[in-house]
């Protein structure tokens, strides 16, 4: 197993609820790895394999965005002829799990603000990197509160120093804070500790 995914298996909390901004999803839909609704509109994944990509589309997906890279090994090395085959928008920014910039996620949001009612899925290899733009998006351009958003986002993990810090700049960019009531952001004890 690769380290990435042998990290995040210590990470993922296994919750027993999620938070209610979560709406309930097609039973096809739910299993697709850590899928998560938040809206109508909007929807996080970890990587759909080329069957579910079809299942997206009947459930009336018009935009996947990936946002990791493509040599990763469950990747869908032919996704963006499978997505648009499928008739739906494709686009990707590859973001580094290593190394997120503020300049990922504006790229993202960029391409969010193009057409706000479109139903999108952002997806990423286990919904790690997209928890953390979806958590950041929603608050910042759908101003759902910070505690909502990231009860959400720790029904699939809690981020890491690295993606914690990543957070805490882009929120800071767009003049927000962080801090809200219940949230813990103390990153997980690393793994064997």
């Known amino acids: 197993m690769n380290k990435f995914l042998a990290s995040l298996l210590v990470l993922t909390p296994l919750l027993a609820s999620s938070?209610?901004?979560?709406?309930?999803?097609?039973?096809a839909l739910a299993e697709i790895i850590n899928f998560r609704q938040y809206s109508p509109s909007?929807?996080?994944?970890?990587q759909p394999s080329r069957e579910q990509f079809a299942t997206i589309a009947e459930n009336g997906f018009e935009r996947i965005v990936y946002i990791?890279?493509?040599n990763n090994p469950n990747a869908l090395a032919d996704a963006d002829q499978v997505v648009k085959g499928l008739g739906m928008?494709?686009?990707q920014v590859?973001?580094?799990f290593d190394n997120p910039l503020p300049d990922d996620f504006?790229?993202?949001?960029?391409?969010?603000?193009r057409n706000t009612g479109k139903k999108t899925l952002l997806h990423c290899q286990v919904n790690a990197r997209a928890t953390a733009f979806s958590f950041l998006y929603r608050v910042i351009y759908e101003d759902v509160p910070v505690d909502e958003a990231k009860a959400d986002?720790?029904?699939v993990w809690q981020p890491n120093e690295v993606w914690r810090d990543f957070i805490f700049t882009v929120m800071a960019e767009n003049n927000l804070s962080p801090d809200c009531e219940g949230c813990d952001w103390t990153p997980p004890p690393p793994r064997g500790q």
């Open 19 to 27: 938070a209610l901004a979560v709406e309930e999803a097609d039973p």
């Open 153 to 155: 986002m720790n029904t």
């Open 68 to 70: 990791a890279f493509t």
């Open 89 to 91: 928008e494709y686009m």
């Open 42 to 46: 909007f929807a996080s994944s970890g």
């Open 106 to 113: 504006y790229a993202f949001a960029d391409s969010m603000q």
């Open 94 to 96: 590859p973001v580094s």
